[in-house]
DNA sequence: CGCGATTTTGAGCACCTTCAATCCGTGTGG
DNA sequence: CCACACGGATTGAAGGTGCTCAAAATCGCG
């Protein structure tokens, strides 16, 4: 609550993603004209729900979020998850989303409307390319999980996503180094974003444990040995789709 | 062969998609500037490979093509088919592509080098605007088949795809009427885009023609059931994320 | 006609699911 | 301080969906 206090207190130009994505491409006045709101969003709420018009697009300062959507009879697929410093909502626009966003902690988030983000990338060209960018990015990894999901094993889509994340952490975190990675998802988390279930979640992790890869607990991932974990998730560190930093290097690890 | 031959004599004014996506947006100076080439592809063939540098984005005037992850070991996801209308390779630039393109039939494309394209966006938005549209759209399918393959049965993931496939079909094609489609894959293809086996993807096609719901044979599909199919694939013809027509409706079933 | 690619069918198996119970850490109330 | 509830993690046992291996049938095509 007071985060978002802050946030329209201070504005713009004491954020955190001032200098990122979109938000890097805009000047004060552009931001200002644009109608931001800074918000807090408790843990487990809504962004925005699937099937409910939504009209803003938003910045993620702080905690993690996740993109999702259900069936009928309550299946729930996990598509993305949301970190800080990353846009989500962004989508073709006139459409009811047909997939929703939930807090996963208590987070920050930057509410952009959609339309007036859009009509300045209709008279900005560097900002309107700057959302290609984002979204064909985003489209890569949705590839890299299709993969996952249809062609690989519990055993190998666990240690994909893993690497997944901490290249995403890393990204934004690089000065916090080690093998480490606070990590806010259940069990149950995980089964979704992976289509399997919590209870093979669970001994899918224990195989891993048991080997010698990884350790956990409290929300903590502790990864013992990067090298077989790129081996067990069958990803190549030179041609992963994940986020580079800025200079176009991906993210140590070891 | 003489396909691409009359490409590259009669130029963009005779394309049938000078009028669509991209193309729409350029005048004809802008295009002959950009250095679009015409060319045919043979069956079987990579318009791009997994790992090898492309400098192009391909439009696809005639036939299909299929978007394919490959594993060290050869298991192969399927990411997306490319029908004709459809742009393909727009991707983070300066990346090599994780994933290859493959001709499914003969086909007919038109190959723009990315750099023209994008030097182009970057300075006229609407065509930043478009990209940011075809590629929304993308990951809006990606992300829906994700679903399916996170979360859905056999049964329900080939009702599904079916039921995308006829949306993208008819949308370029409203004339033809009625409920058989020709598509051009074979079962290998359908169980690899929905991470299934060809065995199982068999016994899942013969439960639906069992259940009337369709038919099938020879590259042709019959949706004898639509209403079932619906129903079986769990979607809402409402809020699919398929493509619309440009009027914004979906293409009528039955 | 004969060959290769594709489709179809059968039988056994495995990965993952389902159902269920227990354990554990945390917060809450008596 | 302990009892209790609650969400999440863990473990066990049984079952099913989809896989593997294999062979036969069908189709397209030279």
Same mark, same amino acid.
Request: aromatic share 8%; proline share 7%; net charge neutral.
């Given at each position: 609550?007071?985060?978002?206090?802050?946030?329209?207190?201070?504005?713009?130009?004491?954020?955190?993603?001032?200098?990122?994505?979109?938000?890097?491409?805009?000047?004060?006045?552009?931001?200002?004209?644009?109608?931001?709101? +800074? &918000?807090?969003?408790?843990? *487990?709420?809504?962004?925005? =729900? /699937?099937?409910?018009? %939504?009209?803003?697009?938003?910045?993620? $300062?702080?905690?993690?979020?996740?993109?999702?959507?259900?069936?009928?009879?309550?299946?729930?697929?996990?598509?993305?998850?949301?970190?800080?410093?990353?846009?989500?909502?962004?989508?073709?626009? +006139? &459409?009811?989303?047909?997939? *929703?966003?939930?807090?996963? =902690? /208590?987070?920050?988030? %930057?509410?952009?409307?959609?339309?007036? $983000?859009?009509?300045?990338?209709?008279?900005?060209?560097?900002?309107?390319?700057?959302?290609?960018?984002?979204?064909?990015?985003?489209?890569?990894?949705?590839?890299?999980?299709?993969?996952?999901? +249809? &062609?690989?094993?519990?055993?190998?889509?666990?240690?994909?996503?893993?690497?997944?994340?901490?290249?995403?952490?890393?990204?934004?975190?690089?000065?916090?180094?080690?093998?480490?990675?606070?990590?806010?998802?259940?069990?149950?988390?995980?089964?979704?974003?992976?289509?399997?279930?919590?209870?093979?979640?669970?001994?899918?992790? +224990?195989?891993?444990?048991?080997?010698?890869?990884?350790?956990?607990?409290?929300?903590?991932?502790?990864?013992?040995?990067?090298?077989?974990?790129?081996?067990?998730?069958?990803?190549?560190?030179?041609?992963?789709?994940?986020?580079?930093?800025?200079?176009?290097?991906?993210?140590?690890?070891?």
């Amino acid at each position: 609550m007071h985060q978002a206090a802050s946030l329209t207190t201070y504005g713009c130009p004491s954020c955190p993603m001032r200098g990122c994505g979109v938000c890097r491409m805009l000047s004060e006045a552009e931001l200002s004209s644009i109608g931001i709101i +800074g &918000r807090a969003v408790p843990a *487990g709420q809504d962004l925005f =729900s /699937q099937g409910e018009p %939504c009209g803003d697009v938003f910045n993620i $300062l702080d905690g993690w979020v996740f993109l999702y959507e259900l069936l009928e009879d309550g299946r729930r697929q996990i598509l993305q998850f949301g970190l800080p410093g990353d846009f989500i909502g962004l989508r073709p626009s +006139g &459409r009811v989303p047909f997939f *929703g966003a939930q807090a996963l =902690s /208590q987070v920050s988030i %930057c509410a952009i409307p959609r339309h007036r $983000l859009l009509d300045l990338a209709r008279r900005r060209p560097e900002l309107a390319f700057e959302l290609v960018r984002i979204v064909a990015s985003d489209e890569s990894q949705a590839y890299e999980r299709l993969t996952a999901l +249809g &062609r690989k094993t519990a055993v190998e889509r666990v240690a994909t996503l893993l690497l997944e994340l901490f290249y995403r952490i890393r990204r934004r975190a690089p000065q916090a180094a080690g093998e480490i990675l606070r990590i806010p998802l259940t069990q149950t988390h995980l089964a979704d974003a992976l289509g399997l279930t919590p209870v093979h979640i669970n001994r899918t992790l +224990g195989v891993l444990r048991q080997r010698g890869v990884i350790d956990y607990g409290n929300g903590l991932f502790h990864i013992l040995a990067p090298h077989r974990l790129f081996e067990i998730a069958g990803v190549d560190a030179e041609t992963c789709p994940w986020p580079r930093g800025d200079d176009g290097s991906p993210p140590s690890l070891q």
